[in-house]
């Protein structure tokens, strides 16, 4: 229990108070901020749809006149109400999150290229490689196979993402072990950004390329 520092009744730990409605400035997982069960399986309306009523009840204007505790806890309550929001409305930012609750976290900076992607990656800086090297002549062929290439890795991307939300649904569902699990998760969540670090370096090679290559 906390007490509120409005009413100075003792509250359950959420956002504000339940009998006066004041902020109670408290730090929370980030569902418990929006007031919602752990469940990686979300639906985007519906968390918009509270993010900005709960807003609305503990914003820092509607306390501006308030005593200074009441004041410093609408701050606070509202930065972790933005923090929970802004994590948990990615479906890749809130899978990252989840790995932080079991204890887990993927490889520092992601530098470990996913052993499924090692063919893929060398096959792209190959590719990359080639086109910074050629002269206009050659570098219509490669630029349109750079895109081809591109394409590729948007469809990998979306793969990936539906594997990404099978996990969501095994750990939502209580259906396999936890090791596996977070084991899939960890997996997916690299791939999805190794792929995705691939594709913005597609971009930045068909954009510096010559004229007409990179449409």
Known sequence: ????????????????????????????????????????????????????????????????SAAPAVRRASLNSTALLTRAYRTLRDPISRGRYWLELNGEKLAENNQRVPAALAETVFEVQEQLAELRAARDGGADALGAALRERRAELENSIATTQEELQRNFARWDEGTGERQVLLNGLKSALSAIAYLRTLT???????????AGLAG
Do not use: N, W
């Open 1 to 64: 229990m906390v007490q509120c520092p409005s009413c100075a009744r003792p509250c359950e730990p959420r956002l504000f108070c339940q009998k006066c409605g004041a902020p109670l400035g408290v730090e929370l997982d980030l569902f418990a901020a929006l007031g919602l069960p752990r469940k990686l399986r979300l639906d985007a309306r519906e968390l918009e749809r509270i993010y900005h009523e709960t807003g609305r009840r503990i914003h820092p204007d509607r306390f501006a």
């Open 200 to 210: 913005r370096d597609v971009d930045r090679a068909l954009e510096g390329a010559p």
